[in-house]
Structures are given as structure tokens and as C-alpha cells.
């Protein structure tokens, strides 16, 4: 729920000999759960293509064999290095939620939890008995919707019972901009049934035909609620009308990524002033939340457009909207019928993915977000020893001090603005494997029979936990992951990087392979994390995490310089089709992965001095170094789902990613021997370089 999460498809890993991690002793059935991980190492030489030059196209020289040995699963929009992993862990994660769902031996409070959970989800014949019955409370509500005063409450009862998720927009909390140390109310932009505002207000062909098929999904869900096709047609033109309404007044993606534009606090009388037909003080009674005073809204002009459609919508085009939140919303833990209909449109129609995923994997996926840190404890148990945070720390350490080095280093940088810059990187706190308080769930009611109540109330307790924090100190011990996830991210207001037990495994880091490959991808992901806090984004932030220009104005400038640079780069490469890399919206993503590589070579190249390092598999030390950094993004994606990401995905495609980085690179050129000219070799004075 926090905004200001940095995220990115990076992290690090330690040794197999310090988790379960073996491969299996007999293959493993698809339909069956793993009782140990499997091992694949962070360099793999049958993923490369060594009949390719590397000075031309050096993804292709190192992933695709990886392709052609792993095409895209029936039930992915994409596949990866990445992606595989995360179906290892939750592979190894439904054998520990299938014996903890065991009723019939003694299990501890945290396998209740999660093992009821997850038998509740599996049991699709309750789900079916069910039918609409656990939408039919909410559903009430809005149809005896007599009058538009009662919108407030009606909406703070949907979003605090998660009937309707974020119904309109969501209120949450959040770290004050201005003083990081405290946490007051958040008031964010929302309501969009399509992945984006670009969906509502493009009219490209493509984006057309999306509209036209989201038109078909909502008309769908209303006939699968009972509606007359008729009238289902007639209730999704509405919604259609009633969303981009709000779409023409949010933030496009990009503007969202300067923290200024979304800085606004206000007193509650101020934010009154601008919905005065919205009754705050019934949704926070209904949302179930007292003695907020002030809140930061994000997006005013949003809520100017909802107070106008507080005026301007009727009475029966509001209860469509709020009926079709609710639907939408709780589709996926509904009935057969409405979880293809979901999936057909939000993963078939959308991203291009033919098969629906497993039910098992579908339940992993809703324990590990509803009960993470319960479902994390037995993880760790099993798989992330102790003395792993400190091997992890160790490899983190060194790139710090290399982060340091180039700090003090850098050229363009005056004095004034490198103190500041050195006070925030020795101010960043590691966060490794798990927190050290787990979260406690015994206060929610979980019920072996009943998926959809469960889904609501753990909704409801995670929206609670968060409004509970308003007026309060920030703990900054707390995590925004989950321990089994396979991500790692920085977070600019906590300013602290944080890799996950879920992602510390290989085939990301090898400790049978030699320090080259583990610096290329671990060292590079260690790096990318920490260069996070200085990308365009997480630079507004100080030490503290307060949103603070700590920069001279020379040295903005020259930023601001450095890192254009960067965005006429990326807007070359195209994603698919005619449709380039939207470098705006990426920027901060390509601007850490440049500066953790060269952190991670400087770590590198200081770790292994004196040490006369040998060829290897034909490959040199500075060889395996890039072949294991490219190694980590092996990937194919879709054709439907790269165009959605172009439109949302503030990260580049994994070639660009990988192709992208080392031209700017020197010392990539010099591995490989490459020549003026030739496509992976910028001339000097075009090389891109922060930090």
C-alpha cells in the first residue's frame, strides 16, 4: 500500500548449502508440489548463443539458448529467469500449504492460518455452492441507495469490508512527505477497471479495440449477476462513460513518478472544500477510522472530477458504477463462471495468455498476499537459515563502499552536494531475507469453507493495520514484501533497500561458480537497489527519507543533464511493433540499472584484486562477469502482454535491460574485444553515465 515502494525484478542470493535447495530426486509431475528446490546455476552455458558476436547483440549472445529451451508456459503472459524461480518457490510453498491444511494432525497457530486459508481456496465446490451469496450484502447496500448523501458511507462500508477493493479511490496512510518520521492519511486516485488512464483516452486502433472488449467484460459480469443482456449492455456503457470520467482527471504514469505532483496535504476542512458533497466524516466512520485531521491527497483535481460526478451522474449511473466495483472486485474468489470471465478478459484478452493457471498456484498466490509473514515464518524455517542475512550483508557492504568511492569520485559533482549525497548513503538501512517482528493474524476469523469471506476479512485487516498507523511514529522495522516474494525493492521515504528470503536463492547467486558471475547479477542487483536512491525519483529524498532538494542548483542541472542522456537512449528501442520504450516512465529503472552495474565491477574488480583469476568455459573473468549480469533477465514475453507493459511497466524489456547497459559500458567493450562501430560500442562522448 505504500506509493513511494521503488520496485524492481532484482535481488540477491546466497549459497543452496544454506537452504533447501537440491534437485529433486525423480522428476517432479507438473501437478505435484516440490519437497526441496531445485538447483540452476547463475551462469549457464547452454542459455547462451556463442555463435553470436556479443559486440552486436549481447542479450542474444547470452539468453538465447535460455529461450529456446523455455518457451512460454500455457498460463504465463511471460517467462523468465525470474518467473521460474517464482514458480520453484511456489512449487515448494504448495507442499508445505498442503501439509499444513492437514486437519488431522496437530498444527501449529500460524499452519492454521495459513493451512485454512489455503483449504478454503482449493475447495471449489464451496465456492460454487456459494454462488453469489457473500456478494449479496454489499450488493443490498447499493441497491437501497436512496440518495447521493449516502455515498460517503456507503463507499467506506465497501472499501472497509473489501467488498469493492479501492471503490472510487483509495484512503490509506502513509510517511509524511515533509517529516518521514510520522504517518498521517493518504487520499490517493482510482476507480479504473483498465490498467491505465491511456486506456480510456487513446484512440489508436489497438486501444479501441481493448475498450470494446472491456465494454464486453463488464456487460458479462453484470448478465453473469443476473442482469438482462439488454440492460447488462446498457450498465457497461455507464461504467465505460463513469470511468473515463475519472481517467481524464488522473495523473498519467509519469507525472505520478515526480513526488511533487503528488505532495498536496490538507487540513480535512480543505479537502471538504473541494468534495463538499462527500460526506467524510460518514466514510470514515463507515471505513472504520477516527481523529484524522489532515491527509495527503494526491490527486486534487481527481477529486474535483468526483465531486462533479457526485453532481452531474445519476443516482442509478452511481449504483451501476459501485454494483460493477463490486463485481470486478470480487470475481476472482468467485464462482467458475465469474473467475473465466476474469481471466479471459484480464489475462487472455489483455496480456495474450492462453491457459489459466492451476488452482494451486492461484491459492499460493492469494496466501502469500493475505498471510505473508504467516506463510514467511514456515518458509524461513525451511529454507533461509539465520547466517544467510549475514553472507547477503557482506556482498551489500561491498558494493556500499564502491557506491562511497564513486560519490567521492564523481567529476561533475561539487563538494556541497557529494556531504549530502555520502549522508544519505551511509544512512541506508538493509533490510535481508525477513523483518525481525512477524506480523499477527489470530484476530481474523478464518474459515476452511468460506474462501470468499476469508479473502474479505483478511482485506479488511490489512486496510485496518494501515489506518491504525495515522498520527503514529513510522516503524521503520516494517516491510512492504512479503519473505517468500521473488522481488527486491528501495523504498525512498524509509530509505532502506530490501531483498526478500523468497528471491535470495539461485539460479541468482551461485556460490559453486566463481565471484565473476555473482558479482554480474548479485552485485548488479545489490547495486541497482542502492542507485534507487539516487535515480530521478528517490535524489528529492534525503537521509531521513523527507521529500527535501538537498542538491545545489549547478548540480541539479547537471543531473538533470546526465540523466536526458539516458531517457534519448530508451525512447530509441522499440518494445513491440512501432511502439517505443516510453523513457519517461522508465528512467528511474534504467538509471539504476546502469549505476548498479558499474557499482557492482567496482565491488568487483576490489574484491578479486591480486588474486590472478583464470578463463573459465572459455570465457574470461570480465566475460563471465556480463554474461552472468545478463544471464538474470533471460526472457520472452507475449506480443499483448508487452504492449500493456509499455503503457504501465516503468521498467524496460529485459534486452533493453541487459543491451542497454553495457554499451554504456567501456569496460564490457574491452571483455569482448568490440570494435568502434559495432552496435554495442557508443563512441566516447556518447556514453551515459550518473553515477
Given at each position: 500500500?505504500?506509493?513511494?515502494?521503488?520496485?524492481?525484478?532484482?535481488?540477491?542470493?546466497?549459497?543452496?548449502?544454506?537452504?533447501?535447495?537440491?534437485?529433486?530426486?525423480?522428476?517432479?509431475?507438473?501437478?505435484?508440489?516440490?519437497?526441496?528446490?531445485?538447483?540452476?546455476?547463475?551462469?549457464?552455458?547452454?542459455?547462451?548463443?556463442?555463435?553470436?558476436?556479443?559486440?552486436?547483440?549481447?542479450?542474444?549472445?547470452?539468453?538465447?539458448?535460455?529461450?529456446?529451451?523455455?518457451?512460454?508456459?500455457?498460463?504465463?503472459?511471460?517467462?523468465?529467469?525470474?518467473?521460474?524461480?517464482?514458480?520453484?518457490?511456489?512449487?515448494?510453498?504448495?507442499?508445505?500449504?498442503?501439509?499444513?491444511?492437514?486437519?488431522?494432525?496437530?498444527?501449529?497457530?500460524?499452519?492454521?492460518?495459513?493451512?485454512?486459508?489455503?483449504?478454503?481456496?482449493?475447495?471449489?465446490?464451496?465456492?460454487?455452492?456459494?454462488?453469489?451469496?457473500?456478494?449479496?450484502?454489499?450488493?443490498?447496500?447499493?441497491?437501497a441507495l436512496s440518495d447521493k448523501r449516502g455515498l460517503a458511507a456507503l463507499i467506506g462500508r465497501l472499501q472497509a469490508t473489501g467488498g469493492g477493493g479501492r471503490t472510487l479511490f483509495g484512503f490509506t496512510s502513509e510517511q509524511d512527505y515533509e517529516d518521514s518520521s510520522r504517518v498521517?492519511?493518504?487520499?490517493?486516485?482510482?476507480?479504473?477497471?483498465?490498467?491505465?488512464?491511456?486506456?480510456?483516452?487513446?484512440?489508436?486502433?489497438?486501444?479501441?479495440?481493448?475498450?470494446?472488449?472491456?465494454?464486453?467484460?463488464?456487460?458479462?459480469?453484470?448478465?453473469?449477476?443476473?442482469?438482462?443482456?439488454?440492460?447488462?449492455?446498457?450498465?457497461?456503457?455507464?461504467?465505460?462513460?463513469?470511468?473515463?470520467?475519472?481517467?481524464?482527471?488522473?495523473?498519467?504514469?509519469?507525472?505520478?513518478?515526480?513526488?511533487?505532483?503528488?505532495?498536496?496535504?490538507?487540513?480535512?476542512?480543505?479537502?471538504?472544500?473541494?468534495?463538499?458533497?462527500?460526506?467524510?466524516?460518514?466514510?470514515?466512520?463507515?471505513?472504520?477510522?477516527?481523529?484524522?485531521?489532515?491527509?495527503?491527497?494526491?490527486?486534487?483535481?481527481?477529486?474535483?472530477?468526483?465531486?462533479?460526478?457526485?453532481?452531474?451522474?445519476?443516482?442509478?449511473?452511481?449504483?451501476?458504477?459501485?454494483?460493477?466495483?463490486?463485481?470486478?472486485?470480487?470475481?476472482?474468489?468467485?464462482?467458475?463462471?465469474?473467475?473465466?470471465?476474469?481471466?479471459?478478459?484480464?489475462?487472455?484478452?489483455?496480456?495474450?495468455?492462453?491457459?489459466?493457471?492451476?488452482?494451486?498456484?492461484?491459492?499460493?498466490?492469494?496466501?502469500?498476499?493475505?498471510?505473508?509473514?504467516?506463510?514467511?515464518?514456515?518458509?524461513?524455517?525451511?529454507?533461509?537459515?539465520?547466517?544467510?542475512?549475514?553472507?547477503?550483508?557482506?556482498?551489500?557492504?561491498?558494493?556500499?563502499?564502491?557506491?562511497?568511492?564513486?560519490?567521492?569520485?564523481?567529476?561533475?559533482?561539487?563538494?556541497?552536494?557529494?556531504?549530502?549525497?555520502?549522508?544519505?548513503?551511509?544512512?541506508?538501512?538493509?533490510?535481508?531475507?525477513?523483518?525481525?517482528?512477524?506480523?499477527?493474524?489470530?484476530?481474523?476469523?478464518?474459515?476452511?469453507?468460506?474462501?470468499?469471506?476469508?479473502?474479505?476479512?483478511?482485506?479488511?485487516?490489512?486496510?485496518?493495520?494501515?489506518?491504525?498507523?495515522?498520527?503514529?511514529?513510522?516503524?521503520?522495522?516494517?516491510?512492504?514484501?512479503?519473505?517468500?516474494?521473488?522481488?527486491?525493492?528501495?523504498?525512498?521515504?524509509?530509505?532502506?533497500?530490501?531483498?526478500?528470503?523468497?528471491?535470495?536463492?539461485?539460479?541468482?547467486?551461485?556460490?559453486?561458480?566463481?565471484?565473476?558471475?555473482?558479482?554480474?547479477?548479485?552485485?548488479?542487483?545489490?547495486?541497482?537497489?542502492?542507485?534507487?536512491?539516487?535515480?530521478?525519483?528517490?535524489?528529492?529524498?534525503?537521509?531521513?527519507?523527507?521529500?527535501?532538494?538537498?542538491?545545489?542548483?549547478?548540480?541539479?542541472?547537471?543531473?538533470?543533464?546526465?540523466?536526458?542522456?539516458?531517457?534519448?537512449?530508451?525512447?530509441?528501442?522499440?518494445?513491440?511493433?512501432?511502439?517505443?520504450i516510453n523513457s519517461q516512465l522508465t528512467l528511474g529503472e534504467d538509471v539504476a540499472d546502469l549505476g548498479g552495474e558499474i557499482l557492482a565491477y567496482i565491488a568487483w574488480k576490489d574484491a578479486t584484486k591480486g588474486q590472478d583469476l583464470k578463463p573459465i568455459d572459455g570465457l574470461t573473468?570480465?566475460?563471465?562477469?556480463?554474461?552472468?549480469?545478463?544471464?538474470?533477465?533471460?526472457?520472452?514475453?507475449?506480443?499483448?502482454?508487452?504492449?500493456?507493459?509499455?503503457?504501465?511497466?516503468?521498467?524496460?524489456?529485459?534486452?533493453?535491460?541487459?543491451?542497454?547497459?553495457?554499451?554504456?559500458?567501456?569496460?564490457?567493450?574491452?571483455?569482448?574485444?568490440?570494435?568502434?562501430?559495432?552496435?554495442?560500442?557508443?563512441?566516447?562522448?556518447?556514453?551515459?553515465?550518473?553515477?
Amino acid at each position: 500500500m505504500k506509493r513511494t515502494l521503488a520496485l524492481a525484478l532484482f535481488a540477491v542470493a546466497l549459497a543452496p548449502a544454506a537452504f533447501a535447495q537440491a534437485p529433486p530426486a525423480a522428476p517432479v509431475a507438473a501437478d505435484a508440489p516440490y519437497s526441496a528446490l531445485p538447483y540452476s546455476p547463475s551462469l549457464d552455458l547452454t542459455s547462451m548463443d556463442r555463435s553470436l558476436d556479443p559486440c552486436a547483440d549481447f542479450y542474444a549472445y547470452s539468453c538465447n539458448g535460455w529461450e529456446k529451451r523455455n518457451p512460454i508456459p500455457a498460463d504465463q503472459a511471460s517467462w523468465s529467469v525470474y518467473g521460474k524461480l517464482y514458480e520453484d518457490n511456489q512449487r515448494f510453498l504448495w507442499g508445505l500449504l498442503q501439509e499444513a491444511a492437514r486437519a488431522d494432525r496437530e498444527r501449529s497457530a500460524v499452519e492454521r492460518e495459513i493451512g485454512d486459508y489455503f483449504q478454503s481456496c482449493m475447495d471449489l465446490d464451496a465456492i460454487e455452492r456459494a454462488g453469489l451469496a457473500p456478494l449479496k450484502g454489499d450488493l443490498d447496500a447499493i441497491s437501497a441507495l436512496s440518495d447521493k448523501r449516502g455515498l460517503a458511507a456507503l463507499i467506506g462500508r465497501l472499501q472497509a469490508t473489501g467488498g469493492g477493493g479501492r471503490t472510487l479511490f483509495g484512503f490509506t496512510s502513509e510517511q509524511d512527505y515533509e517529516d518521514s518520521s510520522r504517518v498521517i492519511a493518504r487520499a490517493g486516485a482510482g476507480g479504473l477497471g483498465l490498467p491505465d488512464r491511456s486506456y480510456y483516452l487513446d484512440d489508436d486502433a489497438r486501444t479501441k479495440e481493448i475498450r470494446d472488449a472491456y465494454r464486453a467484460h463488464v456487460a458479462r459480469l453484470f448478465g453473469l449477476a443476473g442482469a438482462a443482456p439488454e440492460v447488462a449492455g446498457q450498465r457497461a456503457e455507464a461504467v465505460l462513460r463513469f470511468e473515463t470520467a475519472l481517467a481524464q482527471a488522473s495523473l498519467s504514469r509519469v507525472e505520478r513518478r515526480d513526488p511533487y505532483k503528488t505532495s498536496h496535504k490538507m487540513k480535512l476542512p480543505d479537502l471538504e472544500k473541494i468534495t463538499p458533497s462527500f460526506a467524510w466524516s460518514d466514510f470514515l466512520a463507515a471505513i472504520g477510522v477516527s481523529g484524522v485531521t489532515e491527509a495527503n491527497v494526491t490527486e486534487p483535481k481527481f477529486y474535483e472530477r468526483v465531486e462533479r460526478r457526485i453532481r452531474e451522474a445519476s443516482l442509478d449511473d452511481w449504483r451501476t458504477y459501485l454494483t460493477w466495483a463490486v463485481l470486478n472486485t470480487r470475481a476472482p474468489y468467485s464462482t467458475t463462471a465469474f473467475r473465466e470471465a476474469n481471466f479471459d478478459f484480464y489475462s487472455k484478452k489483455l496480456r495474450g495468455t492462453p491457459q489459466m493457471p492451476a488452482r494451486w498456484k492461484q491459492c499460493v498466490g492469494y496466501v502469500d498476499r493475505d498471510l505473508g509473514d504467516a506463510l514467511g515464518q514456515v518458509f524461513v524455517a525451511k529454507a533461509f537459515p539465520p547466517e544467510a542475512k549475514a553472507r547477503t550483508l557482506d556482498m551489500t557492504q561491498r558494493i556500499e563502499k564502491a557506491m562511497e568511492l564513486r560519490i567521492e569520485e564523481l567529476p561533475w559533482m561539487s563538494p556541497e552536494t557529494k556531504k549530502q549525497a555520502l549522508l544519505k548513503l551511509h544512512g541506508m538501512r538493509n533490510k535481508i531475507g525477513y523483518p525481525d517482528k512477524w506480523l499477527d493474524y489470530s484476530s481474523i476469523r478464518l474459515d476452511r469453507g468460506d474462501f470468499a469471506g476469508n479473502a474479505g476479512r483478511t482485506y479488511g485487516f490489512e486496510l485496518h493495520r494501515q489506518l491504525a498507523k495515522i498520527g503514529k511514529p513510522v516503524d521503520r522495522g516494517e516491510w512492504g514484501m512479503s519473505p517468500p516474494t521473488v522481488n527486491a525493492y528501495y523504498d525512498a521515504q524509509m530509505n532502506d533497500i530490501n531483498f526478500p528470503a523468497g528471491v535470495l536463492l539461485p539460479p541468482l547467486f551461485d556460490p559453486k561458480l566463481d565471484d565473476a558471475p555473482n558479482y554480474g547479477n548479485t552485485g548488479g542487483t545489490i547495486g541497482h537497489e542502492l542507485t534507487h536512491g539516487f535515480d530521478d525519483e528517490g535524489r528529492q529524498y534525503d537521509a531521513q527519507g523527507n521529500l527535501r532538494d538537498w542538491w545545489t542548483a549547478a548540480d541539479g542541472t547537471e543531473f538533470k543533464k546526465r540523466a536526458q542522456c539516458v531517457v534519448d537512449q530508451y525512447a530509441q528501442y522499440t518494445v513491440v511493433d512501432d511502439i517505443k520504450i516510453n523513457s519517461q516512465l522508465t528512467l528511474g529503472e534504467d538509471v539504476a540499472d546502469l549505476g548498479g552495474e558499474i557499482l557492482a565491477y567496482i565491488a568487483w574488480k576490489d574484491a578479486t584484486k591480486g588474486q590472478d583469476l583464470k578463463p573459465i568455459d572459455g570465457l574470461t573473468p570480465d566475460q563471465r562477469f556480463f554474461v552472468g549480469y545478463a544471464q538474470w533477465v533471460c526472457n520472452s514475453d507475449r506480443p499483448e502482454n508487452l504492449r500493456v507493459r509499455a503503457k504501465t511497466d516503468p521498467h524496460s524489456p529485459g534486452r533493453y535491460r541487459i543491451n542497454g547497459v553495457v554499451v554504456n559500458m567501456p569496460e564490457f567493450a574491452r571483455a569482448f574485444d568490440c570494435k568502434p562501430g559495432q552496435p554495442m560500442v557508443k563512441k566516447p562522448e556518447e556514453i551515459c553515465r550518473i553515477w
